[in-house]
Nanobody
Framework: QVQLVESGGGLVQAGGSLRLSCAIS????????MAWFRQATVKEREFVGV????????YYVDSVKGRFTISRDNAKNTVYLQMNRLKPEDTAVYYC???????????????WGQGTQVTVSS
């Protein structure tokens, strides 16, 4: 089993930055591809980006490319989502997820955190 706990959400003005963290515990002997998803009110869960197990590659949805960066520190069992130039449409609950392979679909991930709220004011 793997447990994921997100932190770092909050309220920020448009144009500002936030860094989310996802702490991984449990079966950390296996290094998983790690993804970030988000879900706004009355919307489906949306893929944000994913990083490979070794951190060498990351892939993003077009709407966040150039603004968001995923990184990981496997020694600390932590994954990060750096969000810059935030927009009101980035407002959502952000979830980290662990899976066995890189995917942009929620069904590709077996383990999920509880989510952290990000609110961007205009």
């Amino acid at each position: 089993q793997v447990q994921l706990v997100e932190s770092g959400g909050g309220l920020v003005q448009a144009g500002g930055s936030l860094r989310l963290s996802c702490a991984i515990s449990g079966r950390t002997s296996t290094t998983y591809p790690m993804a970030w998803f988000r879900q706004a009110t009355v919307k489906e869960r949306e893929f944000v980006g994913v990083i490979t197990w070794d951190g060498d590659n990351a892939y993003y949805v077009d709407s966040v490319k150039g603004r968001f960066t995923i990184s990981r520190d496997n020694a600390k069992n932590t994954v990060y989502l750096q969000m810059n130039r935030l927009k009101p449409e980035d407002t959502a609950v952000y979830y980290c997820a662990a899976g066995w392979k890189v995917s942009n679909e929620a069904r590709g991930y077996d383990y999920w955190g509880q989510g952290t709220q990000v609110t961007v004011s205009s």
